[in-house]
């Protein structure tokens, strides 16, 4: 995805993709997140990020981190274009978000055979108590 700059004097309810507002007085900048998620992002500007634009071509620095949305992305826009930074692409958080599925996967079959000892003890138990009445007739 590319992205073009827009100056306006309100920020849009419904982001077009691809375009960075950018509301001078307000010193807010939002955007649809370059995923394509459609995750609605909003930059403070200049407090967090600061954005040059040639033209209308846009460069956002530093680095935007989607840390509110599934897809965690983390990229740049240099010169209107998505720069994806390693660390948070969506294939590596994909594969982050598989990990956890795993670890929940495991944490599940080691809760089974918790209640699968117990069942056995409890099992036993009952087997010690039905022998202690078989004995004592
Ligand atoms: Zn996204």
Sequence with gaps: MTYVYEAVKRIPTTL????????????????RCACGCGHRITLLVPDGHR??????VPSVTPSIL??????????FISSGEVEWLRAFSPSQAEAVMR???ARHVSADRASRSL?????RAVLRAIGRVMRFFNGSR
């Design 16 to 31: 077009s993709p691809g375009v960075i507002y950018h509301n001078v007085e307000f010193e807010l900048a939002a955007l």
């Design 51 to 56: 954005i040059s634009v040639q033209g209308a």
């Design 66 to 75: 989607v840390g509110d949305a599934p897809c965690h992305s983390h990229y």
């Design 99 to 101: 990990g956890q599925v």
């Design 115 to 119: 209640w699968e000892r117990w069942r």
